[in-house]
């Protein structure tokens, strides 16, 4: 016997208009038993510690959610839950919008958008389709290529990119003073030895290295290295 159950899309919105949050319920809501809406909040600050429970298929998120950016909030969202993206949005910066689909976002769509159009969308992402048009996909595999032929002419990028702001401060002071001592060095930067022993441990991991001679080369290679001035 076949089974002709449907099966339910649901949907999560995030916007910071209810009015928006309010419309799009009734729109959604009127395809019962085809979607439902299982979450909407005005924030992801909101809606966060809330995605694994609600299990949502698709996700519609604003792009100006008021204190956050929808494009930051995107790659946020994968760790929670595996809910496809479906950006919805007023603004008309191509450049963003593309951006939003190379973070992880499988379409985009306009506020102003009829009806059956977000809901055909709505679909069609959860069918596992992007809901871009030819153009915006021309752009995006020409930057992503962009993106790839530099990575691989510059294969130390990622390395360097995972230090953090006090590790490159680290970095900075190591190899702008050849004869300092390690305590000449944690005085400087007010921390103690130990700390800065484990600052190194962490820094040499990540641009996997060994010993302040091999990250004295590093720095200078790469121009990590900031002398202060006299």
Not at 181 to 209: P, V
Request: proline residues 3%; negative net charge.
């Amino acid at each position: 016997m076949i089974d002709t159950a449907i099966k339910t899309i649901r949907v999560l919105l995030i916007d910071d208009h209810r009015s928006v949050l309010w419309g799009l319920e009734k729109l959604i809501y009127s395809q019962t038993p085809k979607m439902q809406v299982v979450g909407k909040f005005t924030s992801f600050a909101e809606a966060s510690s809330q995605l694994a429970k609600l299990s949502p298929d698709v996700i519609l998120l604003d792009l100006d959610l008021g204190g956050e950016q929808g494009i930051d909030v995107i790659p946020q969202i994968a760790p929670l839950t595996p809910a496809k993206i479906l950006i919805l949005t007023g603004s008309r910066d191509a450049a963003l919008h593309d951006r939003c689909v190379i973070a992880g976002a499988k379409g985009v769509l306009q506020k102003e958008e009829s009806a059956d159009t977000i809901l055909t969308a709505i679909e069609r992402v959860y069918e596992g389709q992007l809901w871009i048009d030819q153009a915006r996909m021309g752009r995006i595999i020409l930057e992503l290529s962009r993106k790839k032929s530099f990575e691989e002419q510059n294969p130390e990028r990622k390395k360097i990119e995972s230090l953090t702001p006090r590790e490159l401060n680290i970095v900075m002071a190591v190899t702008t003073r050849a004869g300092a001592t390690g305590s000449d060095i944690a005085n400087e930067l007010c921390i103690s030895e130990s700390t800065l022993r484990n600052h190194l441990s962490s820094i040499y991991a990540k641009l996997e290295l060994t010993n302040r001679l091999e990250l004295w080369d590093y720095a200078h290679q790469h121009g990590l290295n900031k002398p202060k001035s006299d």
